[in-house]
């Protein structure tokens, strides 16, 4: 079992920056790949970034490539997804996720263990 707890959501004006964290509770957290995933009111949730477990290998929505960047350090047990030229349409409740093995995926049925979720909110 991982339990995993983001943070760092929060609002902000177009054009800002924010950064989020998800810390996950296990030791083997290098032994999982994870993900960002958002859900914006009234939508599904889609996926935003993903990385392997040893972090050679990263992957983007065609809607943030460029402005977001999907990192990890496995020595505190964190991911992190820095957000960078928000946008309003990037406000959503934005959730980490970790899959067991090396590979990410870019479907949420992949992924065994799910944070809260925490909002980010992007004013215009």
């Known amino acids: 079992q991982v339990q995993l707890v983001e943070s760092g959501g929060g609002l902000v004006q177009a054009g800002g920056s924010l950064r989020l964290s998800c810390a996950a509770s296990?030791?083997?957290?290098?032994?999982?790949?994870m993900a960002w995933f958002r859900q914006a009111p009234g939508k599904e949730r889609e996926f935003v970034a993903a990385i392997n477990r040893s972090a050679g290998s990263t992957y983007y929505a065609d809607s943030v490539k460029g402005r977001f960047t999907i990192s990890r350090d496995n020595t505190k047990n964190t991911v992190y997804l820095q957000m960078n030229s928000l946008k309003p349409e990037d406000t959503a409740v934005y959730y980490c996720?970790?899959?067991?093995?090396?590979?990410?995926?870019?479907?949420?049925?992949?992924?065994?263990?799910w944070g809260q979720g925490t909002q980010v909110t992007v004013s215009s």
């Open positions: 996720a970790a899959r067991g093995g090396s590979i990410w995926s870019l479907t949420e049925q992949s992924y065994n263990y």
């Open positions: 296990r030791r083997t957290f290098s032994s999982y790949s």
